[in-house]
Structures are given as C-alpha cells and as structure tokens.
C-alpha cells in the first residue's frame, strides 16, 4: 500500500503561481499512474492532469500551458506547478495514485490523498 499527502496549497493572486506537492510513503511509487484531482464547492471532482511511471502527461484543456506535472522518483514525489492562476481554479486538490495488481488475481491499487486548498482571489 501507499499513503499519499498533499501540500503546497493556500491562497494566492490571480495571475500567480504554486507548486503542489504529493509525497509516498509505504510502496515504490516509481511504479504507480499519478493524476492530480481538484474539487471546487457545488461541483463534480474534475481531472486536472497525470503523469505516468514513464513519465508522459495529460491536462485537462483548461490548464494546457499553465500547470505542469512532473514527478520525482528519488523523493517519492509528484509535482503541479501551477502558474497564471485563475479565480476559477480556486479548489482542493486530490492527488490520485493507481497501478494494477500485482498478479492478475490481484486487485488494482487506488490511492487518494488528503487534499489541499488552493485559493485565487481575483
């Protein structure tokens, strides 16, 4: 198994930038799919961008050109640097990890942090 916990979030301008972190503990998580998550009050938790083991990513068309995700393995940790933030942005963010079982009677891995508040103010 894995823990994961998130941090990095709080309150910031528009326009300006923060870097979440989501650090492992308790399994190789060189091996695990990561995607970051975000969830604003009132609304359905949105896919934000992932990262593979191998290390190719994916956005969601809003953030393309302003967040990146990246992830380094000798510290168990992924990464969203989020720049030129946007009220609309403002949300908790979740950082999701996930890898098929180890065998194949073995069920899939699916990890969630506790997630941290990220606040645009305009």
């Known amino acids: 198994q894995v823990q994961l916990v998130e941090s990095g979030g709080g309150l910031v301008q528009s326009g300006g930038s923060l870097r979440l972190s989501c650090a492992a503990s308790?399994?190789?998580?060189?091996?695990?799919?990561v995607h970051w998550y975000r969830q604003a009050p009132g609304k359905q938790r949105e896919l934000v961008a992932g990262?593979?083991?191998?290390?190719?990513?994916n956005y969601e068309d809003s953030v393309k050109g302003r967040f990146t995700v990246s992830r380094d393995n000798a510290k168990n940790t992924v990464y969203l640097q989020m720049n030129s933030l946007k009220p609309e942005d403002s949300a908790v963010y979740y950082c999701?990890?996930?890898?098929?079982?180890?065998?194949?009677?073995?069920?899939?891995?699916?990890?969630w942090g506790q997630g941290t508040q990220v606040t645009v103010s305009s």
């Open positions: 308790g399994s190789i998580f060189i091996i695990y799919t």
């Open positions: 999701n990890a996930r890898r098929p079982g180890a065998t194949m009677s073995e069920p899939d891995y699916d990890y």
């Open positions: 990262i593979t083991s191998g290390g190719a990513t």
